[in-house]
């Protein structure tokens, strides 16, 4: 089955500064990534996604970019503030017929002030 | 409208009994799915449920667990004779499914199941 890894596993940035998560799978059948960020005791929440056909996608200060052939993909969030700071979650679904997520272990983002 | 909500939101059983976990999806959402999360883990499929189609049971960790879906709507995770190892939270999503097409998956605020 599909092995999604995720570096690193905690990650700390000053307010303003750059963050960049990474993820890893490993069906090459696997064409849709979300990334979903998770507040201290609160439910996963989708910030982002990415299918197979598209290279990179922006939301604001919010990107994703894929690589297909390497079977990789990565978050960036630029302009950090302080409300960034979560645990962000990558995934992967491998198709039509399996629509479950595989999820990976989870980056704890802190922004400091 | 609402969302996913789920019931209880917390869960002390003594090893060996048994537990029911309650999803109401999303009104109209004929994908279902429940996933587990350990402490400081990533989350772990565990089953999904697609309108009247069989459900896809390949991530349930023993015969212990099962879930039903009764009207295409309410589900139910069921774990029997409970172990230490079972106490996590588990979360319930649902979502939309239309051909071709990737919908997004909204989670509930999840069970916290704790087995003493």
């Given at each position: 089955g599909e092995n999604v890894e995720q570096h690193p596993s905690t990650l700390s940035v000053q307010e303003g500064d750059s963050a960049v998560i990474k993820c890893t799978y490993?069906?090459?059948?696997?064409n849709y990534f979300p990334w979903y960020k998770q507040e201290l005791g609160k439910r996963p929440q989708l910030i982002i996604d990415i299918r197979s056909n598209v290279g990179e996608k922006k939301d604001q200060r919010i990107a994703v970019t894929l690589n297909k052939t390497a079977k990789h993909f990565s978050l960036h969030i630029t302009e950090?503030?302080?409300?960034?700071s979560a645990v962000y979650f990558c995934a992967a679904s491998q198709g039509p017929g399996r629509r479950a997520l595989t999820f990976g272990s989870g980056t704890r983002l802190q922004v400091q002030p | 409208g609402a969302g996913v909500s789920q019931s209880p939101s917390n869960k002390v059983t003594e090893k060996g009994k048994d537990v029911e976990l309650r999803c109401d999806p999303i009104s109209g959402h004929t994908a279902l799915y429940w996933y587990r999360q350990s402490l400081g883990q990533g989350l772990e499929f565990l089953i999904y449920f697609q309108g009247n189609s069989a459900p896809d049971k390949s991530g349930l960790p023993s015969d212990r667990f099962s879930a039903e879906r009764t009207g295409g709507s309410v589900s139910t995770l069921t774990i029997q004779r409970?172990?230490?190892?079972?106490s996590a939270v588990y979360l319930c999503a649902s979502s939309l499914v239309r051909l071709a097409v990737y919908n997004e998956q909204f989670f509930g605020p999840g069970t916290r199941l704790t087995v003493l």
């Open positions: 490993s069906d090459s059948a696997s950090t503030q302080p409300e960034d | 409970t172990q230490q190892e079972d």
